[in-house]
């Protein structure tokens, strides 16, 4: 009788002691009546067990749960207690207490249920982490889960997994079930993100703007998203109502990183008063904004606001080398004609003088267009596009976020240059292929001098690529790719503006190197008609003819017949 009071006073000590917090306690009251620990009380075993987690002895508790699996018989207490593991023990120790499963007998165990939950958390563990890969089998289980419940979790889970291992389209499909399933702030962070990562940039600025004030990562995703749309280039055509509802949310915020992007907006639309306004605005609220800075210096001189422009370069010429470059009329942007110190290919000779002007032309003047960027460099880019793709998966959206590249290690500069040429910032990533230069290995500073006159070339600025492509050797299949992508800008500049004689010089040595494609030969011949030279231009007329372009061909046959009065052709 007394032994049995003794027992009961040991079972609500230890109990009261569970229940609040006294671990050391409860093993204490265990140790003095071990007659409680047996099947007959599994509630006070799983007190002790967690009194050994809770005092760091997960060996000890380990054991607690193998004795009960070992030794206790009811098949809802044996799940429990792997249910309670669940919460107290590393994966590694679970995975060796579900051997004790029982697969026969009257009452066999079912732990299918903890083997899922092993499966959700290590494909969980993989969402948040791109470097972590689940197995087929793990992420199988989780989409039985997806279809086995109405709840959201699952779905956050996979869609996180898909997003992080390069596959946003599906993650956007999971967070919008998400969503549907109440699935609140993580399903909202994760479509805005996943259209980001789509480059749906304008449906994922209007969605995040509508969940901004739902959590603070909400806030978060709203402001990267309308930063990475303001900041495109060339810069998007937004409509009033999108900037309307952009600017008071980075006030609010006061988000330098958005006001930087709303002041390169602004500069790239021509509005340079209001591009100064949120340069001065971030440089308010981020002093030491580099990119900034760099923005107000060029706005500032643009307006021709020298004392707005000598402040900022007495304060940052010493801390931004390309501020100090437009204070010294060094830097790109500032030459209005520059000069050509170290050419990729030899002058051609000049044609023979006209003696005397011919009759005024006004013929159907081949599109220009159609030999311009995408054709030029169709061949040239192939050979890198896989170094952008490369450079985009990994560095993500890092890259679109300006900053100045000065620390980055030679490596670190070359991707974000390839990275930048992949979304189409050519001039920032001269800046990136420039630090790569004055940084990186032989190797490196022959690719960041390939990609600095290749981002050059996009911009039309012919003579800046020449002397890039000269500032390390190139291979000879890339002196020709470039000397003739060079070479075809020139043309095509020249023919523009109506300076015939050089683009018959451009073209003629851009021959010498590579074909001459069929576009190029009708700008040859249209140049050889507006200055006169009427058989010339007839037989490249006639030439093209043959090679399929008969409609653009006789359109050039017909304005030389007008001019000379035949009417043969």
């Given at each position: 009788?007394?032994?049995?009071?003794?027992?009961?006073?040991?079972?609500?000590?230890?109990?009261?002691?569970?229940?609040?917090?006294?671990?050391?306690?409860?093993?204490?009251?265990?140790?003095?009546?071990?007659?409680?620990?047996?099947?007959?009380?599994?509630?006070?075993?799983?007190?002790?067990?967690?009194?050994?987690?809770?005092?760091?002895?997960?060996?000890?508790?380990?054991?607690?749960?193998?004795?009960?699996?070992?030794?206790?018989?009811?098949?809802?207490?044996r799940l429990a207690t792997l249910?309670?593991?669940?919460?107290?023990?590393?994966?590694?120790?679970?995975?060796?207490?579900?051997?004790?499963?029982?697969?026969?007998?009257?009452?066999?165990?079912?732990?299918?249920?903890?083997?899922?939950?092993?499966?959700?958390?290590?494909?969980?563990?993989?969402?948040?982490?791109?470097?972590?890969?689940?197995?087929?089998?793990?992420?199988?289980?989780?989409?039985?889960?997806?279809?086995?419940?109405?709840?959201?979790?699952?779905?956050?889970?996979?869609?996180?997994?898909?997003?992080?291992?390069?596959?946003?389209?599906?993650?956007?499909?999971?967070?919008?079930?998400?969503?549907?399933?109440?699935?609140?702030?993580?399903?909202?962070e994760g479509y805005a993100m996943?259209?980001?990562?789509?480059?749906?940039?304008?449906?994922?600025?209007?969605?995040?703007?509508?969940?901004?004030?739902?959590?603070?990562?909400?806030?978060?995703?709203?402001?990267?998203?309308?930063?990475?749309?303001?900041?495109?280039?060339?810069?998007?055509?937004?409509?009033?109502?999108?900037?309307?509802?952009?600017?008071?949310?980075?006030?609010?915020?006061?988000?330098?990183?958005?006001?930087?992007?709303?002041?390169?907006?602004?500069?790239?639309?021509?509005?340079?008063?209001?591009?100064?306004?949120?340069?001065?605005?971030?440089?308010?609220?981020?002093?030491?904004?580099?990119?900034?800075?760099?923005?107000?210096?060029?706005?500032?001189?643009?307006?021709?606001?020298?004392?707005?422009?000598?402040?900022?370069?007495?304060?940052?010429?010493?801390?931004?080398?390309?501020?100090?470059?437009?204070?010294?009329?060094?830097?790109?942007?500032?030459?209005?004609?520059?000069?050509?110190?170290?050419?990729?290919?030899?002058?051609?000779?000049?044609?023979?003088?006209?003696?005397?002007?011919?009759?005024?032309?006004?013929?159907?003047?081949?599109?220009?267009?159609?030999?311009?960027?995408?054709?030029?460099?169709?061949?040239?880019?192939?050979?890198?596009?896989?170094?952008?793709?490369?450079?985009?998966?990994?560095?993500?959206?890092n890259c679109a976020m300006t900053?100045?590249?000065?620390?980055?290690?030679?490596?670190?500069?070359?991707?974000?240059?390839?990275?930048?040429?992949?979304?189409?910032?050519?001039?920032?990533?001269?800046?990136?292929?420039?630090?790569?230069?004055?940084?990186?290995?032989?190797?490196?500073?022959?690719?960041?001098?390939?990609?600095?006159?290749?981002?050059?070339?996009?911009?039309?600025?012919?003579?800046?690529?020449?002397?890039?492509?000269?500032?390390?050797?190139?291979?000879?299949?890339?002196?020709?790719?470039?000397?003739?992508?060079?070479?075809?800008?020139?043309?095509?500049?020249?023919?523009?503006?109506?300076?015939?004689?050089?683009?018959?010089?451009?073209?003629?040595?851009?021959?010498?190197?590579?074909?001459?494609?069929?576009?190029?030969?009708?700008?040859?011949?249209?140049?050889?008609?507006?200055?006169?030279?009427?058989?010339?231009?007839?037989?490249?007329?006639?030439?093209?003819?043959?090679?399929?372009?008969?409609?653009?061909?006789?359109?050039?046959?017909?304005?030389?017949?007008?001019?000379?009065?035949?009417?043969?052709?």
């Amino acid at each position: 009788m007394v032994t049995a009071l003794e027992t009961v006073e040991a079972r609500r000590r230890l109990t009261n002691a569970s229940d609040t917090g006294q671990w050391r306690t409860v093993l204490q009251v265990a140790t003095e009546a071990p007659s409680l620990l047996t099947c007959v009380n599994v509630d006070v075993l799983w007190r002790v067990a967690e009194a050994f987690a809770r005092t760091d002895q997960p060996n000890r508790t380990r054991d607690v749960y193998t004795y009960l699996l070992q030794n206790c018989a009811n098949p809802g207490e044996r799940l429990a207690t792997l249910q309670k593991a669940l919460t107290l023990l590393p994966e590694q120790q679970m995975t060796a207490l579900l051997q004790f499963e029982r697969k026969t007998g009257e009452s066999p165990d079912d732990f299918t249920s903890i083997r899922d939950e092993l499966a959700r958390r290590r494909v969980e563990r993989a969402s948040l982490d791109s470097k972590v890969t689940a197995s087929a089998e793990d992420l199988a289980v989780v989409e039985r889960l997806i279809q086995n419940t109405n709840e959201a979790g699952p779905l956050l889970i996979l869609g996180w997994y898909n997003y992080h291992h390069g596959n946003p389209a599906r993650g956007l499909e999971l967070f919008k079930t998400a969503l549907d399933r109440n699935g609140g702030t993580k399903a909202a962070e994760g479509y805005a993100m996943s259209l980001r990562a789509l480059e749906r940039l304008s449906d994922a600025e209007a969605f995040a703007y509508e969940w901004r004030e739902r959590a603070p990562e909400n806030m978060k995703i709203y402001l990267d998203v309308a930063t990475a749309l303001l900041s495109q280039d060339p810069p998007p055509r937004l409509e009033p109502p999108v900037i309307a509802r952009i600017v008071p949310v980075v006030t609010a915020q006061r988000f330098s990183d958005a006001a930087q992007a709303l002041g390169w907006y602004s500069y790239n639309t021509e509005q340079i008063r209001t591009a100064r306004d949120w340069f001065r605005t971030a440089l308010t609220w981020k002093a030491d904004d580099e990119a900034s800075a760099y923005g107000l210096a060029l706005t500032t001189q643009r307006l021709t606001d020298r004392a707005g422009f000598n402040a900022v370069v007495a304060q940052w010429r010493g801390r931004s080398q390309r501020i100090a470059d437009l204070a010294d009329g060094a830097n790109p942007a500032s030459r209005r004609q520059p000069v050509v110190t170290q050419p990729v290919v030899a002058q051609a000779p000049m044609p023979e003088p006209i003696e005397s002007p011919p009759p005024p032309v006004q013929p159907r003047q081949v599109t220009v267009e159609r030999v311009e960027t995408e054709q030029t460099f169709a061949r040239t880019e192939d050979n890198v596009r896989r170094r952008q793709t490369q450079a985009r998966s990994a560095l993500g959206r890092n890259c679109a976020m300006t900053r100045n590249p000065a620390g980055l290690s030679g490596d670190s500069a070359l991707t974000r240059g390839w990275c930048l040429m992949e979304i189409n910032r050519p001039m920032e990533a001269v800046a990136a292929f420039d630090q790569a230069t004055a940084t990186g290995s032989s190797r490196a500073r022959e690719e960041a001098a390939y990609g600095k006159s290749l981002a050059y070339l996009r911009k039309n600025l012919t003579s800046e690529a020449a002397i890039a492509a000269a500032e390390a050797p190139q291979t000879r299949e890339r002196r020709v790719e470039l000397g003739a992508s060079i070479l075809t800008q020139r043309a095509l500049a020249s023919y523009r503006d109506g300076r015939y004689v050089e683009t018959l010089l451009a073209l003629s040595e851009r021959a010498r190197i590579v074909p001459e494609q069929n576009d190029l030969l009708l700008i040859r011949g249209w140049s050889y008609l507006k200055l006169g030279r009427y058989n010339d231009a007839e037989k490249v007329f006639r030439a093209v003819q043959q090679t399929g372009y008969s409609e653009e061909a006789a359109a050039g046959l017909n304005a030389i017949r007008e001019v000379t009065g035949q009417m043969r052709y």
